[in-house]
Nanobody, 120 residues
């Protein structure tokens, strides 16, 4: 059974930091590209960070570049999102995503999400 379980969310003041974790099970983690998305109320889901399965190349949108860092530990089947200099507009539910494309199908798994609230 595939599971992605996020943790580490919470309430933080503007300028603060949080580290999200996503523990994966039920699939071969090292073969999957991993990403973090977020969705705020009334807004579309937004990609905030992605990391490839092999080289560990990363990608960020301009809205979080320089503030967020994605990393992965294939030995622990876990992906992390370090968030620094948080802003109120970072408030959202953050979801972990695992994706792998083969010649025959696309594998696409999602976690339930963890709430991040940035407020004074």
């Amino acid at each position: 059974q595939v599971q992605l379980v996020e943790s580490g969310g919470g309430l933080v003041q503007p300028g603060g930091s949080l580290r999200l974790s996503c523990a994966a099970s039920g699939f071969t983690f090292s073969r999957y590209a991993m990403s973090w998305y977020r969705q705020a109320p009334g807004k579309a889901r937004e990609l905030v960070a992605a990391i490839t399965n092999t080289e560990g190349s990363t990608n960020y949108p301009d809205s979080v570049k320089g503030r967020f860092t994605i990393s992965r530990d294939n030995a622990k089947n876990t992906v992390y999102l370090q968030m620094n200099s948080l802003k109120p507009e970072d408030t959202a539910v953050y979801h972990c995503n695992a994706r792998r494309n083969t010649a025959f199908r696309e594998y696409d798994y999602w976690g339930q999400g963890t709430q991040v609230t940035v407020s004074s």
